[in-house]
């Protein structure tokens, strides 16, 4: 993965109908282009596909990052969930990347789990908010990420240990920013508007840069971070970007656990996956067998190559193949879906698999892990010398 | 105390420069008149001062607390300080009252300190705030409440075990509301703007009526409490309101701890204290003896009549012999302040007597007595029916 050619824009690599060029200029990020792209794969000595194909494609202070990095000084990744139901594969991707990146750059990694913002965003009872979250971080812990230096943490529980620096945190966003960036009104509740400041917090749970992989979308709300930090006397918060993952239904779609026609469940079993795939898997073949022969694939709209390309099928070659023979008719939307089952249920499978033997691994993540301990038996109260 | 004429306006029962009655109408709150008065008394088993003389002088709900109290069922005392400073006479004048109704009811009192809004609503630092709890705190234990019965707690401490409940409140309060009751703005940072939430927090924090001793201007701020309480399956507060302490140097002012001239502080020592009256206590006698002669004080505006009246000078017939010599030109401003001096002398040394002592009084408020372990031991999640 040297040559230079392999990231350009080609046939196959496709991106539907999203102009992603345009988000990075109307969000002031920076592309990741083939300098960075090289920095972050020499850095971390292995390539990852989201990068490779470009999935992962915007940043902000990656530069400072990787330049920090080489001087010895490490960093912190910050990402969470919102535990309002069952988790589906798009809600996991970004939880594997971030794995990738803790593994290649070992560091730490704080999880958030908004068990307070779900009750003020959707009125959803306690009840059901602790059953989603006990299922999600099963699922998060399943993803493996190093239990001692990991630390899922549900924002209810935890609140003792952090509330002094959300005081603080707090003390420093007024209510037209938050507004402003999130969109606040009259009728919206005061946690909700009390929200950034608790979603900031994990940003200085130590005094280094803090690392936030996120789909491109999420970047205004981490403006309020970047204009409060320096005044805290910590970091400006770096971000790493991906694209959007279509719904199984289409790409105007968004994937949702409460529509599971859109997309695939952690917990999908093969035939499940098998069945949504063949049933519901967006295609941009012809209508006809005789017009896909003619016209072959639009690569652009089509789920299956989408989610082959940007997530699952890690050989170039298999990929460019596929790309080729799709795109021109040669090869029919059963014959790719065929690929995308076998990629989906290897993916799921193998995290199914892991997810068995997760409640070790989730007690040390939030507990009993060396991270964890640390975390528990101190109070952030926002003292950058400290 | 049963004779009746005792509560009628009489010429040394006179109010200042405030409407009293006019702020009732406005806040809609009701006026306690010789019945619920007596009614009042007749529970406790004692008169008050406070009573006697009408400075409490309004309320909500009081009738459904004795009510609720004649057929055994009992109610909670909630009250809190706000640690900006050294604490002064008008301060600790409302935790003697709420101290007098625990021991006349014995029934538990939760004590907020806000170290949390201090910060919000004068960008004040930790470290100051914390040094004026700590000194806040030991005065009001030296109030002498039940050790047993009484919880001190700081915001910022207790809130690992309060905040699923000060969850639910915020997503009971909208921007709008807040907004109408505290005047919050779009300046307002979001940590003043939830605040409200974490004010009410206490009045749930027993299924039982909670009734708040404060002064009549601080009324509407529990409005929103009174809109919620129901909706999560608890009362709605009750309240007991006093009128306004004059600060030393004249009605129109407020008492502050940082203009040392308005205000007798706790720690003031007897000679600070003589010095303060003879010097800046506000008198409406005349401005010459001749004059003085002539037209007597005008009692309405006279700081020393209007503390010994309010405050401080349990014996009826003396302070209606002062009345009648003082605003008839008898008595000088001079003789008025020796009888101030003494009794605020006689008021504070005791205080400052219980404080020497004081330590272990606030280890078992805020850790080691009864009620305060058992709150150190739940959480507050607000399920009425737990």
């Known amino acids: 993965m ?24 109307k969000f002031g990020t920076e592309r990741i282009d083939d300098e960075i792209r090289e920095k972050i794969i020499e850095a971390a000595g292995e390539d990852h596909l989201y990068l490779r194909r470009d999935f992962i494609y915007s940043h902000r202070d990656m530069d400072k990052i990787l330049e920090d990095y080489e001087e010895g000084e490490d960093f912190f990744l910050y990402t969470g969930i919102g535990p309002s139901g069952k988790m589906h594969i798009g809600h996991v991707i970004s939880f594997y990347f971030t794995k990738w990146l803790q593994k290649a750059f070992d560091v730490n990694v704080y ?54 620096g959300v005081v603080k945190v ?12 999130f969109g606040f009104e009259g009728s919206t509740n005061i946690g909700m508007n009390f929200w950034p400041a608790i979603q900031c917090m994990p940003t200085f749970f130590e005094n280094k840069r803090c690392l936030i992989p996120a789909a491109i979308d999420q970047d205004p709300y981490w403006r309020i971070q970047r204009d409060i930090a320096e005044k805290l006397g910590y970091y400006k918060t770096a971000a790493i970007h991906s694209k959007f993952i279509p719904a199984l239904t289409g790409p105007d779609g968004k994937m949702s656990s409460s529509k599971p026609k859109t997309a695939i469940m952690l917990d999908d079993s093969p035939e499940e996956i098998e ?112």
């Open 275 to 386: 069945k949504k795939v063949k049933q519901n898997a967006f295609s941009g073949g012809g209508t006809t067998l005789e017009e896909h022969r003619e016209k072959g694939a639009d690569l652009s709209v089509d789920v299956s190559y989408q989610w082959l390309h940007n997530l699952l099928l890690e050989d170039d070659e298999q990929l460019e193949k596929i790309a080729r023979e799709y795109s021109s008719g040669e090869m029919l939307t059963g014959e790719i879906k065929e690929i995308l089952i076998e990629e989906l249920q290897e993916f799921i499978g193998a995290h199914q698999e892991r997810k068995e033997n997760a409640d070790e691994l989730v007690q040390q993540m939030m507990y009993d892990g060396d991270l964890a301990q640390e975390m528990w038996d101190k109070k952030i109260d926002l003292e950058p010398g400290k």
């Open 2 to 25: 040297t040559d230079k050619e392999e990231y350009e824009v080609t046939p196959w690599d496709v991106e539907g109908n999203v102009n992603y060029n345009e988000l990075i200029e």
């Open 170 to 181: 707090a003390g420093k966003i007024n209510n037209s920013t938050a507004s402003a960036v």
């Open 111 to 164: 999880i958030q789990v908004t068990d307070d913002e779900k009750h003020w965003d959707r009125d959803m009872s306690f009840e059901e908010i602790d059953k989603n979250a006990k299922q999600n971080i099963r699922e998060i812990a399943a993803v493996g990420f190093d239990p001692d230096k990991t630390f899922i943490f549900r924002n209810r529980e935890y609140m003792g240990n952090m509330y002094d």
